[in-house]
């Protein structure tokens, strides 16, 4: 979830009048996306910066890194549609 992705469901919150419990949890699930795509970015950033060439474990870091920020945005989607879909 990038920012727009973040600025959407803002908007939709506030269209649906979502409860105040509802935002919270859609604000930290906000919060924690962002987090892990920035932690995400730092890895690749930092095993970028120690080898230019193929290397396995430089690609299983990646991938592992890439792969637990896909797994919380599925987790934040289902979440999301807990909140949303009754207010559709």
Do not use: Q
């Amino acid at each position: 979830m990038g920012i727009v992705e973040a600025v959407v469901v803002i908007f939709a919150g506030f269209y649906f009048n979502i409860s105040r419990d509802d935002w919270i949890i859609v604000i930290i699930l906000i919060g924690v996306v962002l987090y892990a795509e920035l932690c995400n970015s730092a890895i690749e950033a930092i095993v970028d910066s120690f080898t230019n060439r193929e290397h396995p474990g430089a690609k299983l870091a990646k991938d592992f890194s890439a792969g637990s920020v896909v797994i919380l945005i599925i987790a934040a989607a289902i979440i999301g549609m807990i909140i949303f879909l009754p207010y559709i």
